[in-house]
């Protein structure tokens, strides 16, 4: 595989960038994958990246196969979520290439929202049998619930079960799963644990991440575009209630988002603070 490269506009894709012109293989490519924010396109775009047979996706339901590939001394690309806790180890090794990405906060919320919701449509029993039982009973709850009728939902998203999907679910998995929901101790983890990854971006800069990938990962594919939004439903954020409703479930999101950004910018991309480059 191709070495780093240095680049005029930003630093060498190096853990740490300690040594000026440092240069190691990437042939081992981990992606934590926070729901709803592009991973499963961008998990395309690694399919020629490694040898045949070595691409895996959504390696949380595959545990076993997961542990294997990654410590069988082979090539491989892996995405999954977990939350950063199970696989800090993975995360830490110096000789795997490791990625996440963020999205703004409350269009990565609404957007897992009506992705459980549309679980919960009358036709959709057989789906729901895919899907773990308190979160199939979750999406039959919301299905019959307005997104914009705040007091209707305020009792739903107070169940355990959707504290545990929704409440600033970025922060959650870059840190670990804990009981209830977010606070301080945990959104100072998050953005502390962005150091250990080897690249970061914000999904508004995908078009200038994947251009720097490209120059380091030979075989890098384009990232399609494509719309998975299983729910059409007008969510009115002009509305001060509705909109301070959802800004509660994101309030470590938005900090946790708004310090990727601007490191990730500064670090990798070699963009300005007000600079947007979406794919």
Do not use: C
Request: aromatic letters at 10%; proline letters at 5%; a positive charge.
């Amino acid at each position: 595989m191709r070495k780093f490269q240095n680049s005029k506009s930003a630093l060498p894709l190096s853990r740490g960038n300690a040594k000026e012109g440092e240069e190691r293989a990437i042939d081992k490519i981990f992606f934590l994958h926070i729901p709803k924010t592009a991973g499963s396109a961008f998990n395309l775009a690694f399919q020629e990246a490694v040898p045949p047979g070595r691409h895996f996706e959504h390696m949380e339901s595959r545990r076993e196969l997961f542990y294997s590939i990654i410590s069988d001394g082979k090539p491989f690309y892996a995405s999954g979520h977990f939350p950063f806790s199970r696989v800090r180890d993975l995360v830490m090794r110096p000789d795997v290439f490791t990625i996440t990405i963020f999205r703004e906060p409350l269009k990565q919320l609404l957007s897992h929202l009506k992705w459980v919701k549309a679980y919960g449509r009358p036709d959709g029993e057989a789906r729901r049998r895919l899907i773990p039982e308190n979160i199939a009973e979750l999406s039959l709850a919301l299905w019959e619930t307005d997104l914009n009728d705040v007091a209707r939902l305020e009792p739903i998203l107070a169940s355990p079960t959707a504290i545990s999907l929704f409440d600033n679910t970025q922060t959650r998995y870059m840190t670990r799963s804990v009981a209830g929901r977010i606070g301080e101790e945990q959104g100072r983890f998050s953005m502390g644990h962005l150091k250990h990854f080897d690249f970061f971006f914000v999904l508004d800069d995908m078009a200038a991440a994947h251009v720097r990938l490209t120059r380091e990962i030979p075989g890098l594919g384009q990232i399609p575009r494509t719309n998975e939004a299983m729910l059409s439903e007008t969510i009115d954020l002009q509305d001060g209630r509705v909109r301070a409703f959802y800004e509660d479930f994101v309030r470590f999101d938005r900090q946790l988002y708004n310090n990727a950004r601007r490191r990730s910018r500064r670090r990798f991309l070699g963009l300005a603070e007000d600079e947007t480059q979406s794919v």
